[in-house]
């Protein structure tokens, strides 16, 4: 995404630390604070997942082992389905950096704008597509795949979102 930088890892710490209300010190101590924890996993997934940075550059800007950066991968996606303080945390480093909201998509509100938009799924539909925005995912059935694509793209094209399409005949598939 971007040319991995020392300075870009440097203003993303101190975006971190002051989102959490804490210095950039405390939060690349060794303090086990729950709020330190959730900065420390929310920047290094936001570094790892978004910028493209290497582990091991993580690890040396967050003064962390390089196997503490794979333990907070492995727990990103529990973490932000489960624990509201890193989702928000993450989300808002995000909003910050990127200026994308996808990760606030819930799932209401995507099957809302769906409706909305007069998208449904129809069970009988020979192709099933696997809509997803951040970890907000939706499945349609339909029988008009052009169609069903161009709406989904005409909604969501302020989003960065990618898609699956899998035929019900295919081997591949799966009910």
Known sequence: MIKNDLKVMEDLTVLTAALINVDKV????????????????????????????????????????????????????????????????????????????????????????MDEAGIISDTTGSFLISFKIGYTEAHIYTHNLDLSLKQLKDLFKSYNYIFNVEHRNSWRFNE
């Open 26 to 113: 405390a939060l690349l101590g060794a303090c086990r604070r729950r709020n330190l924890i959730a900065g420390r996993m929310a920047l290094a997934n936001f570094l790892n997942f978004e910028l493209k940075y290497h582990y091991t550059e993580i690890a040396t800007g967050l003064n962390r082992d390089r196997t503490n950066i794979y333990h907070y991968e492995a727990k990103h996606r529990d973490n932000y389905k489960f624990w509201r303080e890193y989702r928000e945390l993450y989300d808002s480093l995000k909003a910050s950096y990127v200026g994308v909201d996808n990760a606030k998509m819930s799932n209401e509100q995507m099957v809302k704008m």
